[in-house]
């Protein structure tokens, strides 16, 4: 059984920082792309950033790329989202999903995360 689990959000002023982790279950970590997509109010869920099962390949949204970076540790089961350079239309719920393969060859679409993690909420205020 797969979980998700997010942390690290909170509160921060614009051109802030912050990490976000996120804790997997499970065995086969290292066989799986990582993604993070972010949900604000009213909005739908976009993606924001990708990453291939042994960290090779690694995607961004234009929206971020440039201030956030995905890394993973694949030893300790562990996503991250380094966000910085932080504005208020960051303001989002940030989820953490595995993907169904290894390498995806399209990162962007929701439906091929069929695991989810609860979300964290990341608030930036101007």
């Known amino acids: 059984q797969v979980q998700l689990v997010e942390s690290g959000g909170g509160l921060v002023q614009a051109g802030g920082s912050l990490r976000l982790s996120c804790a997997a279950s499970g065995r086969t970590f290292s066989d799986y792309a990582m993604g993070w997509f972010r949900q604000a109010p009213g909005k739908e869920r976009e993606f924001v950033a990708s990453i291939s099962g042994y960290g090779y390949k690694i995607y961004y949204a234009e929206s971020v790329k440039g201030r956030f970076t995905i890394s993973r540790d694949n030893a300790k089961k562990m996503l991250y989202l380094q966000m910085n350079s932080l504005q208020p239309e960051d303001t989002a719920v940030y989820f953490c999903?595995?993907?169904?393969?290894?390498?995806?060859?399209?990162?962007?679409?929701?439906?091929?995360?069929?695991?989810w993690g609860q979300g964290t909420q990341v608030t930036v205020s101007s």
């Open positions: 999903a595995r993907n169904r393969v290894f390498d995806p060859r399209i990162v962007q679409n929701r439906d091929e995360y069929p695991y």
